[in-house]
């Protein structure tokens, strides 16, 4: 929302130098573009869980250059004969993530404050009322190289879990799996503009094309995030 001119020439002009590199070198294979569920933006309640034909609507500079870099990326695709499937990946976590990232962030502030018990048991959040879909790194890595081998062309495809979970009951396994007690403060700075209140997919399209079916359960994830900082 700071750098809407930046984000745009990342997401939609880097799309587009990429796409002019692979014409220079006669590209033949497939190309598969990242979007990101953001696309979706205002959903209503009735709409979940999200197909893909359900109409975007981004509520941010990112989902909007997203959207237009997926719509850059068809239309090579029409007009080049640039083989592109498309994938909106929703949330996913795993180890090694930035601590930028929600779950990473707060795994990593739960584990500073167990290493640190006569300090301040305190971690700042933002919304925790807020659900989402996540999907451990893992299985979108075996997404994405499903849809290289068996997506359709020209086609877009929602990788997801398809499981709707609060920030709240995330924090709340955290702390389980850490076995530690701490005091939740949100912080203001951490708020959202227009930030959509519930997220959850729809993998039926991607596991009809190519029998992906996510295989990381969440505590796993959680656990194997807690375990990178606890190595960190």
Same mark, same amino acid.
């Given at each position: 929302f700071s750098r809407p001119r930046e984000t745009f020439? *990342?997401?939609f002009v880097g799309t587009l130098n990429l796409l002019e590199a692979l014409r220079q070198i006669q590209f033949a294979g497939r190309f598969l573009f990242v979007s990101s569920s953001d696309v979706y933006g205002a959903v209503s309640e009735?709409? !979940?869980p999200i197909a893909e034909n359900l109409p975007p609507k981004p509520r941010s500079p990112y989902g909007a250059s997203k959207l237009a870099a997926e719509e850059l990326c068809l239309q090579w695709? $029409?007009?080049e004969g640039l083989d592109v499937v498309i994938a909106r990946p929703f949330n996913h976590i795993g180890p090694g993530q930035r601590p930028d990232f929600l779950v990473s962030g707060i795994a990593k502030q739960i584990v500073s404050a167990k290493r640190n018990p006569g300090g301040e048991a305190t971690?700042? *959040?933002g919304n925790? /009322? *807020?659900? $989402?879909?996540?999907s451990d790194a893992r299985d979108v890595v075996r997404a994405y190289l499903s849809l290289l081998s068996a997506g359709k062309t020209g086609e877009i495809y929602n990788v997801c879990s398809g499981n709707e979970i609060t920030v709240k009951s995330v924090i709340e396994r955290l !702390?389980?799996?850490?076995?530690?007690d701490v005091q939740i403060q949100q912080d203001v700075s951490l708020l959202r503009l227009g930030e959509q209140t519930r997220m959850c997919g729809?993998?039926?399209? !991607?596991?009809? /094309?190519?029998?992906?079916?996510p295989m990381i359960p969440l505590d796993r994830s959680l656990h194997d995030? !807690? /375990?990178f900082w606890e190595a960190h």
């Open positions: 020439d *990342v997401n009735e709409s !979940l695709g $029409r007009s971690i700042h *959040v925790t /009322a *807020v659900s $989402r879909d996540f !702390l389980s799996i850490a076995q530690i729809n993998h039926t399209k !991607l596991s009809n /094309a190519t029998s992906w079916e995030v !807690l /375990a």
